[in-house]
């Protein structure tokens, strides 16, 4: 490692590091994406949301690959916002790059679901971006917590951690 990396100071990512505490599941679910024009800056970088939006793009396909459809979950009266996010930005994704969002269910608790994600280079060796960010299920129609999972949710939620 360059001594210059050595230097930096650590951001306060208590959600990141707390990651191996917690049990999640070893699988996770990959989302192959490539940079355009309209996903950077004027440098060519990407900018700082489009990887938000790339990790809510791999959470909502990671979903459907459990056969949760988040237009199914809208209709029942149930949303899913983010009540936090944690972001390490690593190292920039430039434009025509190809990266994979990398995504797992790290726990749920109760109505909350702790996703985690991982911003790699194809092959593996670049890690760019690390993330978690926490979901809650919320009733549409009060706008309130649910006190559960709806039951296709909870059924469907537990693929993810096998």
Known sequence: MASSEQS??????????????????????????RVHPHHTDYAGIVWHGTYI??????????LRSIGIEFADLVNIGCDLPVVEISVRYHKAVKLGMVVVVKTRM???EGVRLDWDYK???????ELYVSARIT???????KGKIMRR??????????????
């Open 8 to 33: 930096q100071p650590q951001l306060p990512t208590s959600a990141i590091q707390n990651r191996s505490t917690e049990k999640s599941s070893e699988v996770w679910f990959e989302y192959v994406v």
């Open 53 to 62: 939006s790339w990790m809510e793009e791999a959470r909502i396909e990671s």
């Open 106 to 108: 790290a726990n749920t």
């Open 119 to 125: 911003i790699q280079s194809l092959d593996g060796q």
């Open 135 to 141: 979901l809650v299920t919320i009733d549409r129609e």
């Open 149 to 162: 999972l709806p039951p296709v949710m909870e059924e469907a939620l537990t693929k993810l951690s096998i």
